[in-house]
């Protein structure tokens, strides 16, 4: 079983709409992120926890929130969904290496959101 | 200026080639330097960490250099099954200069081997 899932892979919705991307991971880590990814634009990051009382804003939080239920589940919401908002869209988790003391990410399938 | 920067390609080789990616990055204090790959439509996958005295995983080499603020991967014989987009990343402290496990994208250097 994949260490860390996605829910839906694919997903079509229509302008205004709410809609609810969740994750979940097996892999014990404290961390999770929420990135989205456009072409030409690489790994943008939305929003990033570090543990369920800590939640951040990353660099393009605008238009999305986050609930870290607990420390396997880690949800993003698109409260009113737009077209540009349309775009494959990545959970990952980390935890500190023991060996190199940094900060790898294991990413999830992915997303595909299709706003219209 | 981009904070992760790479070549964004493609790179067209023929299988046994060597070749060579570069990717640079514009804080110096950065602490952490990965190379992931991505197929397409695929989530990225951790390819290797990038150490100060270089480091190896069978046919890739990563090398860093801090003076420089540039980092490289190497493939020796390349494969078929290495056509991807190589992602060169990069932990970067925050504000207050400590690392928050936060990860930064160079948007990708495209790969195709061809027969």
């Known amino acids: 079983d994949a260490d860390v899932t996605q829910t839906p892979r694919n997903r079509i919705t229509k302008t205004g709409k709410r809609i609810m991307l969740e994750c979940s991971q097996t892999k014990g880590h404290d961390r999770m992120y929420w990135y989205r990814q456009d072409p030409g634009l690489g790994l943008r990051l939305i929003y990033y926890?570090?543990?369920?009382?800590?939640?951040n804003k990353g660099e393009i939080s605008d238009g999305y929130s986050v609930s870290r239920q607990a420390q396997a589940k880690f949800s993003l919401s698109l409260e009113s969904a737009i077209p540009n908002q349309t775009a494959l869209y990545f959970c990952?988790?980390?935890?500190?290496?023991?060996?190199?003391?940094?900060?790898?990410?294991?990413f999830g399938p992915g997303t595909r959101l299709t706003v219209t | 200026r981009k904070e992760v920067e790479q070549d964004p390609g493609p790179f067209n080789v023929p299988e046994g080639a060597t070749v060579a990616f570069n990717c640079t990055y514009s804080?110096?204090?950065?602490?952490?330097f990965f190379w992931y790959r991505q197929d397409c439509r695929k989530e990225p996958k951790l390819l290797m960490s990038v150490y100060s005295s270089g480091n190896e995983d069978g046919r890739f080499t990563a090398q860093l250099n801090r003076a420089s603020q540039y980092i490289s991967l190497l493939i020796r014989d390349s494969k078929l099954s290495d056509s991807a987009t190589y992602l060169c990343?990069?932990?970067?402290?925050?504000?207050?200069?400590?690392?928050?496990?936060?990860?930064?994208f160079g948007q990708g250097t495209i790969l195709t081997v061809h027969p």
């Open positions: 926890s570090f543990d369920v009382k800590d939640i």
């Open positions: 804080n110096s204090a950065s602490q952490s």
């Open positions: 990952a988790t980390s935890d500190r290496t023991r060996t190199s003391g940094s900060y790898e990410q294991y």
């Open positions: 990343v990069v932990n970067l402290p925050n504000a207050g200069g400590t690392s928050y496990g936060k990860l930064t």
